[in-house]
Nanobody, 125 residues
Framework: QVQLTESGGGFVQAGDSLRLSCVVS????????MGWFRQAPGSERQFLAA???????YYEDSVKDRFTISRDSAKNTMYLQMNSLKVEDTAVYYC???????????????????WGQGTQVTVSS
């Protein structure tokens, strides 16, 4: 059984940084696709970044200059470093994993089978 647990969210000021963590169990990083999404109230779940089959990284254009995805396979943990946070970054942030995803399907959250419970990030002005 695959389990994902996010942590690291919080309440910050605009311009601050946060690093989110996602501990993964029940799934090996090798060959898996892992990613981060977020969902603001009343909005669709939005793709942010992913390791495609644990190799290449992909980012949503709106965050690629501020967010960085990384992972530590020895700790079974994935991270999302978020810099220069903006008020519009306020959302619940989720990590997700899957195997067998194809590149064209990464940005659609409905294609990802495994999700964490989410961690709230609130950015104030």
């Amino acid at each position: 059984q695959v389990q994902l647990t996010e942590s690291g969210g919080g309440f910050v000021q605009a311009g601050d940084s946060l690093r989110l963590s996602c501990v993964v169990s029940g799934l090996t990083f090798s060959g898996s696709t892992m990613g981060w999404f977020r969902q603001a109230p009343g909005s669709e779940r939005q793709f942010l970044a992913a390791f495609f089959r644990n190799q290449n990284t992909y980012y949503e254009d709106s965050v690629k200059d501020r967010f960085t995805i990384s992972r530590d396979s020895a700790k079974n943990t994935m991270y999302l470093q978020m810099n220069s946070l903006k008020v519009e970054d306020t959302a619940v942030y989720y990590c997700a994993t899957g195997r067998g995803l194809i590149l064209s399907s990464l940005r659609d959250h409905r294609n990802w089978p495994n999700w964490g419970q989410g961690t709230q990030v609130t950015v104030s002005s």
